[in-house]
């Protein structure tokens, strides 16, 4: 049920600058989980749920992984219409995309392209698919290539610098990823000490950002949005496609993510390879022609002919033996995601579930931004 929250919110000013047309920023942490709000620490987080929008979970694209997530969020359309279907993947026309950082492989436009075809400035610091112009278009202002080493302060601060600059220069959408708690729940677990260290840490850099928009007076034009791109779940048992492939004595080509794996095949072992995986204990396994629609997962030369999918404490032993892992059914609650939206744009209440997907049409809604035909999304409502 939704419940409008009654709240006197002291963050808009009706001040200085009142002419400044709109600005979004959004930040995706990566690997956070949505029951964050059951620790009473992260203040940041607390204070856009009671002065803004929390929904109750963000849920992912499958497979929930990084690279399909991040472009679903920037396109509002699913893998199957933008075409990364996991980090890494085959294409039996154009190759191997392998953490690609050429924007031409995804097939539809990100909303920092649809912003700059509609005349309005953008700023990326690192999301997928930003490194490069899209079909000769990119983002006004990015930081590349990709550097796991440039910390969230130093974003922050490049943020900032956006932010002020003057109006005819200044971006009116700017984009970051954080590192979240990705790295350690991998490592470490989901439920580890270090990811909550870690997402105390998130909390702290979120703080300094909001209180830095606080010092400009900036929320009468500026609308924050926090998401990100899936959840993680503890794993104990690890399954080695590749050596499962070479006991059939098949001959194919596997592209695996961590739950759901691509495999390609001559035609005459199709039907042979479906019977030989569909016996093996924590498998489903399903031909190109009859993949669930549910899946979103259909491309004409990026799907395997045969698609194999487990489901936690299983995964596909590729990416070693961490102890946390996602990739998982968007219906795996260990994968929703968190959204907190706070400033101009947003009339503070509760709302249920969104997905991805809606993120670009709730930016685009707020911009003015008229987005394509294709779109599978929906805009959220944020205000009344």
């Not at 899209?134 to 990015?142: F, I, K, M, Q």
């Not at 249920?352 to 997907?357: L, N, R």
């Amino acid at each position: 049920m939704i419940r409008i929250l009654v709240v006197v919110c002291c963050l808009l000013s009706t001040g200085v600058g009142a002419q400044q047309e709109p600005t979004v920023i959004v930040i995706s942490m990566d690997g956070v989980s949505h029951n964050i709000e059951d620790n009473a620490s992260l203040t940041a987080f607390k204070r856009m749920e009671q002065l803004g929008i929390k929904a109750d979970h963000l849920v992912p694209v499958y497979p929930s992984t990084t690279y399909p997530a991040h472009v679903s969020l920037a396109t509002g359309v699913y893998p199957d219409r933008h075409g990364i279907l996991h980090n890494s993947f085959i294409d039996t026309q154009k190759g191997f995309f392998n953490y690609d950082a050429d924007a031409n492989w995804i097939e539809t436009p990100p909303i920092w392209v649809l912003a700059e075809q509609h005349d309005i400035t953008t700023a990326v610091f690192f999301w997928i698919g930003s490194e490069t112009d899209w079909h000769g278009v990119g983002a006004s202002y990015r930081k590349a290539p990709f550097d796991p080493n440039i910390r969230e302060e130093e974003k922050i601060d490049q943020i900032l610098q956006w932010l002020d600059m003057d109006d005819d220069q200044r971006p009116r959408l700017i984009m970051s990823y954080w590192d979240g708690t990705d790295i350690l729940g991998h490592q470490d677990g989901p439920q580890s000490p270090s990811v909550s260290q870690q997402i105390l840490r998130q909390n702290k850099l979120l703080q300094h950002l909001i209180t830095a928009i606080d010092t400009r007076e900036a929320w009468h034009y500026v609308t924050l949005i926090v998401v990100s791109d899936h959840g993680m779940t503890k794993v104990t048992n690890y399954i080695d496609l590749n050596n499962l492939l070479r006991i059939s004595g098949i001959e194919g080509n596997i592209s695996a993510g961590p739950a759901v794996a691509h495999i390609f095949l001559a035609a005459d072992d199709i039907e042979r390879a479906r019977k030989f995986f569909s016996n093996q204990e924590h498998l489903k396994v399903y031909t190109k022609r009859y993949l669930p629609d549910t899946f979103h997962l259909y491309h004409p030369t990026r799907t395997g002919d045969l698609v194999i999918t487990t489901e936690a404490p299983n995964m596909f032993s590729s990416f070693g033996r961490p102890k946390g892992m996602h990739g998982y059914k968007p219906e795996t609650s260990d994968m929703w995601g968190i959204f907190y939206a706070l400033g101009a744009a947003v009339v503070p209440k509760e709302i249920g579930s969104i997905h991805q997907v809606d993120v670009a049409p709730t930016i685009a809604e707020i911009l003015g931004i008229k987005m394509p035909k294709a779109t599978q999304g929906q805009s959220i409502n944020l205000g009344n």
